[in-house]
């Protein structure tokens, strides 16, 4: 039986109309919103335990240990910021799972697989990307930015602009360490093979030399750092898609 055949059941789901379609998106929205604001409700109690955990970073270069704030609302503000981040992490499982719930209908046995173990490890290394910039990336960019040029000078970082600089790293180290997931599911789909990513390695550096120089903060440091876990992620991404082609051959060998 063709594994991409599909049953009436999923046919008919296919067949829906553009109103029920619309219909099934509203429902999963919502439900994805309530999730998340639920995540939000739960994190906003500790919210001052993982701000103090986000400020870790640059506090041994601060004079007195604690961010400053220049407005009256600004602290609180930058809570409501954190508890909304660690309740779409939070919630993400759910929200996930709504999403998956919306677009399965449309997906074949085969591609309902490949999708599973894409949401599963595009989060597990978009987390892992998060942990590389918090305990690699920011303290060795601030332990250069913050001493460089003698000790004379104080820094005055207010929690505005240190929120935009921690999440920007953090969102960019976690799109970085998703790039074998991608290549990988473009390489199951046969759009690259691993012949291809070699005899493109040269351009795909000067790519990643180009993204990290805008992605980066604007340090000569940070563009390193991002630089070369993107390369590595590279030569991952080639080692990966190589054995899902030797694993497809062999099946191929042991159907003919």
């Known amino acids: 039986m063709n594994p991409n055949l599909n049953s009436p059941a999923q ?33 906003w109690g ?89 305990f690699v990336a920011l303290p060795m960019a601030f332990h250069f930015l913050m001493t460089f040029g003698g000790d004379t000078d104080k820094p005055m970082i207010t929690i505005d602009s240190y929120l935009g600089f921690f999440t920007q790293t953090a969102i960019v180290f976690g799109l970085t360490f998703e790039m074998p997931v991608v290549i990988s599911l473009l390489g199951m789909m046969g759009l690259v093979s691993q012949r291809f990513l070699r005899d493109k390695r040269k351009y795909a550096v000067v790519a990643i030399s180009a993204i990290s120089a805008i992605a980066a903060p604007p340090d000569a440091l940070s563009m390193v750092l991002l630089m070369v876990p993107l390369w590595v992620m590279y030569e991952v991404s080639i080692i990966i898609v190589g054995l899902f082609e030797k694993k497809k051959a062999l099946s191929e060998s042991f159907e003919n």
């Open 46 to 134: 500790f919210s001052e335990k993982l701000f103090d955990i986000i400020r870790k970073p640059i506090q041994p270069y601060l004079p007195n240990g604690g961010l400053v704030y220049t407005g009256p609302i600004d602290k609180f503000m930058a809570h409501i910021k954190i508890a909304f981040v660690a309740g779409l992490v939070l919630s993400a499982p759910f929200w996930l799972y709504q999403l998956w719930k919306f677009i399965a209908p449309a997906l074949y046995r085969n591609e309902k697989k490949m999708a599973t173990g894409f949401i599963f490890f595009g989060t597990l290394q978009f987390c892992l990307g998060v942990a590389f910039s918090y």
């Open 11 to 43: 046919e008919e789901e296919k067949n829906m109309s553009l109103i029920e379609h619309l219909g099934e998106l509203r429902f999963r929205l919502t439900r994805m919103a309530y999730g998340i604001f639920f995540g939000t409700c739960l994190a």
